[in-house]
């Protein structure tokens, strides 16, 4: 069960109440996003679920209830792992909304979180890298990406009139990124930083010494690759034992060429994909 510590005002007045022009961003923690242009509403990787105390403990609060939220038309799964492929954190949005689901065959063959309903058929799609989807006026390229602990991860690149936006997944450097980076003309791309930590498995009896993310120098030199003009650090906040200051990225890019912009993005933040810098919720600019 989700319980949103912000209420319905979020999804409510500030994503789905919001006068759409171009392709929008809000960010929802973790790598999950919601996507608006005015045509489509799309959510990627919606994870809205408390962690696993005590080995995961989450760090920020829930943003929204799913089933509060009466937009969606697809939700895009980057990879398996359970905040990511969450089952009641996308369910309210296939059931009720009849959003399709994108997602490689390993999110539906062997997710993290064990699933209690069957998506339907018809809104079950599976993914690979180039595959094109077209959802109202967003065109969505599927390409790879590398996540070391991941069996079937992708990485997605939005394409609207307004500009274009990259979202990682939990990916590390890699070569792929480099031909992503050729491929496309980034505007705005999100990728996942953290630190290595100590995680405690009480289940084993043993505290292991993880790596999960992209460090400091990791995504300066992915920032570089997809050569990004604008660069959103996500999930640095979400773990207790495994995040970091996103502001200490601006120190290990001062000397590189991308990305030209690095903006620390926040739980509950709007980005423009079209127009520069972050827009906080409306409700705390009043």
């Given amino acids: ?70 937009l969606c038309d697809a939700v895009l799964v980057t990879h398996e792992h359970v905040d990511h492929m969450h089952e009641p954190s996308y369910w309210p949005l296939v059931d009720d909304l009849g959003a399709d689901v994108y997602a490689s065959e390993t999110c539906y063959s062997d997710p993290d979180y064990e699933q209690a309903h069957e998506i339907p058929d018809d809104q079950r799609h599976v993914v690979e890298p ?33 500009g ?13 990124f480099e031909s992503i980076g050729e491929e496309f003309d980034i505007d705005v791309g999100s990728l996942t930083v953290g630190s290595t930590g100590r995680i405690r498995y009480p289940e084993e009896g043993e505290t292991i010494v993880e790596t999960w993310y992209s460090d400091e120098n990791d995504v300066v030199e992915l920032a570089n690759a997809l050569e990004l003009d604008r660069l959103l650090p996500v999930h640095w906040d979400m773990w207790k034992g495994v995040g970091l200051t996103s502001t200490a990225i601006h120190e290990h890019a001062r000397s590189f060429e991308y990305p030209r912009t690095i903006d620390p993005v926040q739980i509950g933040d709007r980005i423009d994909v079209g127009e520069p810098g972050i827009v906080p919720p409306g409700a705390l600019r009043e």
């Fill in 130 to 162: 180039g595959d094109e989807i077209v959802l109202g006026d967003l065109t969505v390229h599927v390409r790879g990406g590398n996540d070391p602990d991941a069996e079937g991860e992708v990485t997605f690149v939005f394409e609207h009139e307004s």
């Fill in 1 to 70: 069960m989700v319980h949103s510590n912000w209420d319905d005002w979020f999804v409510r007045d500030e994503i789905e109440g919001a006068d759409v022009e171009g392709m929008t961003l809000w960010y929802l923690g973790c790598n999950g996003f919601v996507v608006r242009t005015p045509e489509t509403t799309l959510y990627i990787d919606p994870y809205f679920g408390n962690g696993d105390p005590p080995r995961l403990v989450r760090m920020i609060p829930v943003p929204l209830d799913p089933a509060d939220a009466t």
């Fill in 164 to 176: 274009t936006y990259f979202n990682s997944g939990d990916s590390r450097p890699a070569s792929v």
